[in-house]
Structure formats: C-alpha cells, structure tokens
C-alpha cells in the first residue's frame, strides 16, 4: 500500500472582469483560447504520470481565476484525468466558483465529476461595496449560487469574505454577520485586503486616497468577525479561516505545514520536500516549454534547512493549533525547544505566545503582534 500522499493545486487563469484589487494570474474572457490552455495542462498532468502513480492524492484544489467561468466539460476532463490515479479514501477536491457563474448544470458536473467542495467568492453582501470593488455580481447571485451547490449535492461549501475594503463600515461586517448566520454554512474564510500594487484599487487610491478603515477600526472589526462566528460553531483554525469541526480546509492546511504538493497550470507554484518551483507566468513560454516536452517551470529554488525552518515557524503561527513540535522535529531531525529556548522564554514573559500540548502558539495578544513574534524566531 501507498502512504506517500500528495496534494495537487490546479490553477485555471481565467476570469470574465478583473476584480479591482486582485492580482492573481488571470486572463479575461473572451479572447482568451481556453480549450488551447486545458490541452497543454493535460499535457503537463501526464508529464508527472510517474509522480502521481506512486502517490495517494489527498486533496485537490482547482482554483484561479475562476474556474466556474469556462465550460464545465473542461474540468470534468481534467478530473477524468486524474481518475487514473489512487485516491485517499476521505479525499478532499475542491473548485473556485463565482457567485454569477456557479450555474445548477456546472455544479451538478463537478459533483458528479468526484469534486466534493466549493469555495464560492462573495467578498460582501453589499451591493455599494460590490460595485466599488469590481466584482459584476449581486447579492442574489450569492444565494443563487448556493442553492445550486447544495442541489447538487454539495454540502462542505466556503464563502470567501473580504474585510478592511474602501467605504466599508462595522455596521456593514454586522450585516454580513447576520447573512452568514442564516446561511449556516461549515467554512467561511475572511480575507484582509492586501492593497496590492499595481491594481485598479492601488492605482485609484493613488490618484485620490480611498476612505479605507484605520487600522483600529479593523482590528475592532476583525475581532468582532472573530467572536461572532465562534458563536455559531465556526471556529477560527487560521488567521483569516472559520470552520465547523471536521470542516477545516485539508488543501490549505498542506501548504501552513509545508507538507508536499504539486501544482499544475500557469504561474502555479509547487513545493515538494526542498524544492519550490514556480511555472511561467505567460501563455507564450508555458506553451513553449509543453511543445519540447519541458516541464513548464520558470523559477527553482532549493531552499535550506534554515529557510524551510523559518518559513514552518511563520506558516505553524498562523494556525491556532500553532507551531506542530513533534512534527518540526521529525520534519528537520531537530530539537525545536533546544534551538529556540531564548526566543520561547522572552516571548512567554511577554505572554505572546503559549506553550501547551507540545504546540507553540500565539496568543490573543500574540496574534495582533504576530510578525513581531515570526521575526523573533526568524534564524
Ligand atoms: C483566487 S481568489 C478568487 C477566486 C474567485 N475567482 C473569486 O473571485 O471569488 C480567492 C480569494 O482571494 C481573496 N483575495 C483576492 N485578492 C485579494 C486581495 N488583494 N486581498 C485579500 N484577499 C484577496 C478573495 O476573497 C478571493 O475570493
Ligand atoms: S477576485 Fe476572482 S474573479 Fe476577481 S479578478 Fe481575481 S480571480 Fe478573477
């Protein structure tokens, strides 16, 4: 029997308008040739047929872009694909959706293709902010969209939130709140904008400063999110992550641990043991390298012992369960409370962080200084 589990991300760059403050690698519709691009990552899924056939796939997590944007023939190909390959009994197959694209006949194609979750992107409940911000859907087509996900069977569903956006007000979160309450749904990620420079919303606020919540506003924020969802069961595991138990997302919990996965599409980026590759960013030189048979890689990196050490830290404390002791000292052949006996006793005296069940983790306190606790353990 196989106990080499893997996790596969597959990126889809594709999306119908481009949101104001994102920017993944992503291509708009039309005029992008979409069945092109789903040829060539087939090709590069049976380029790593080796790979995958002596690994269990554990989870999978389809994402852009949007995937819901194209034809739902291409991912249920692409599934079919991967049905050549051994499964984890409990695998864990997610898909990105829009709310405006998330039809009753796509989700009912990825259900019965094997997918067994979505992550729908809302961002808001409200209409203004929706508009501000660039997305071309409406609230109805958030509600629209997960009766067609439940219809089809699916029951483990995330909605995507944002937090801190321009204009955004606490009455708005309240609102929210209130939504997600009658949703009752097992997983909501709330993301903090990243004012991410060269976006429309970097660009506007450039030429005329946004009114955005100050940074105490959105720590109150922040925190009330926090509370409130604890309240209905959805439990904070990581800093912007919510979920009922046994609902907690197992594809992003691989990348927090620095576990193994590998990633297909463009800019998709890979992380198997020391390696962490990314693909090319463009069209052009990732159809290229397909054509010679090359995998599609436009930067490596073998990273040291010490950086893989940092960068376990810095993900482990995001988490609420913290920086796994037993799983950094199996990982590393080190002894954690050896090597960072200073830095986990001034960090206790500050009540940063918590040692407990051979888990070090932040503190409430902690976690609102949490970069000053990372930079602290950094070697
Ligand atoms: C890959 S993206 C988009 C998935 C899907 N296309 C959508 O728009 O819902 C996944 C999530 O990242 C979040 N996100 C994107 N850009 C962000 C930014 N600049 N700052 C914070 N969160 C962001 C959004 O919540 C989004 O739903
Ligand atoms: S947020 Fe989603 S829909 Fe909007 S541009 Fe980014 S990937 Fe595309």
């Known amino acids: 029997m196989k106990t080499n589990k893997i996790s596969i991300y597959i990126h889809i760059p594709f999306c119908e308008s481009r949101c104001h403050y994102c920017d993944f690698c992503s291509s708009l519709l039309p005029g992008s040739n979409v069945e092109k691009y789903f040829k060539y990552l087939r090709k590069e899924i049976k380029l790593h047929e080796d790979f995958l056939k002596d690994r269990v796939i554990d989870t999978v997590f389809i994402g852009g872009g949007t995937p819901s944007s194209v034809n739902s023939s291409f991912i249920k190909e692409i599934m079919k694909d991967l049905s050549d390959f051994e499964f984890s009994n409990d695998r864990e197959i997610s898909i990105e959706s829009n709310p405006n694209s998330l039809t009753r006949e796509k989700a009912e194609a990825y259900f019965s293709s094997g997918i067994n979750r979505i992550s729908l992107g809302a961002q808001s409940f409200n209409e203004e902010i929706l508009k501000r911000i660039g997305r071309i859907h409406k609230k109805d087509d958030i509600y629209r969209a997960l009766e067609n996900a439940r219809s089809a069977g699916f029951k483990n569903i995330n909605l995507d939130l944002m937090l801190a956006l321009p204009g955004q007000k606490f009455s708005d979160i309240e609102e929210s709140i209130k939504e997600v309450k009658e949703l009752n749904l097992p997983h909501i990620s709330y993301y903090s ?23 105490d506003e959105d720590r109150i924020m922040y925190h009330y999110v926090v509370d409130e ?16 138990e046994g609902y907690e997302c197992r594809h992003n919990i691989t990348y927090w641990k620095l576990r193994n996965y590998i990633s297909f599409g463009l800019s998709a980026s890979s992380n198997i043991d020391n390696l962490r590759y990314t693909n090319y960013y463009n069209f052009k ?66 009540n940063l962080i918590l040692l407990e069940d051979n888990n070090l983790r932040l503190t409430e306190k902690g976690r609102d200084l949490s970069n000053q606790v990372e930079l602290d353990f950094f070697k």
């Open 193 to 215: 904008l990243i004012l991410e420079e060269g976006t429309k919303l970097f660009k506007n606020h450039e030429k005329s400063p946004l009114s955005f919540p100050t940074e």
């Open 229 to 244: 969802l604890k309240n209905i069961g959805l439990k904070q595991y990581e800093i912007s992550n919510f979920a009922k």
């Open 285 to 350: 030189d990732y159809y290229e390298a397909l054509d010679k048979n090359e995998k599609p890689i436009g930067f490596l990196e073998n990273l040291s012992k010490t950086n893989r050490m940092n960068e376990f830290i810095m993900m482990g404390l995001r988490l609420n369960s913290g920086v796994d002791i037993d799983e950094f000292d199996k990982k590393f052949n080190e002894d954690f409370l050896k090597i960072y006996d200073k830095e986990i006793e001034t960090n206790l005296k500050s």
